[in-house]
């Protein structure tokens, strides 16, 4: 019986503020500390049917709808990898995870401020590690992270500065020290081991 991998594909929104930190927000989800801004990018319905068709991911074990999280037989990954990359029959903006963070799911920004930003795509990070929600059963996960530096107006980013000093604040700005050390210096909050991908996008996509 061929092994199977679970494959997520996330798109993360690198937020910088003037003093070069990154913006981190609490996902309402889980429980893994502050975690990079965004979530998992979907397929359209052409997508789909190469994935399930051409790569062998069951349709029953898409999480949830056309979220690129699911399983595959462990010798697709590298063309699932190749499929992603190519940025054909998927989501090719961070529009909606990052409204979906930001608005929906913690109300940091109102409607209108978390619609109304610049993008471009910064990179990519992958890799190998385990799965970062809780009601999925503890397995290794294969990441194919697509990176979104994104810039906001003067007026918002004021904004989200002071979100994030409020206390009991979803949103908070970290340095790459902090990131890589894995918690807040002021006061220990804990930063998700996934947050590292906002630091060195690359610009191919590896997965090992």
Known sequence: MTAMKRISCPGFAIIRDDQGRYGLISDMETNQGLLPIGGALHADASGLLK??????????????????????????????????????????????????????ETAVLTRREASEFEQRV???????????????????????????????????????????????SHFRFATADEIRSGRLTKDGTPISSIATSLLNPSRQLRTS
Do not use: C
């Open 51 to 104: 994935l399930i068709n051409d790569f062998g991911a069951p349709s029953r074990s898409f999480e949830n709808g056309a979220a690129l999280r699911f399983a595959v037989p462990e010798d697709k990954v590298t063309k699932v990898s190749a499929w992603f990359a190519s940025r054909i029959g998927r989501d090719l903006a961070i529009n909606r995870v990052l409204h979906r963070s930001l608005f929906d």
């Open 122 to 168: 910064a990179g990519y990070d992958g890799g190998t590690g385990p799965t970062f929600r809780d009601n999925i059963a503890e397995r290794d996960t294969v990441y194919m992270i697509e990176l979104y530096a994104v810039s906001f107006p003067v007026q918002t980013m004021a904004k989200l500065k002071r979100q994030a000093a409020a206390r009991r």
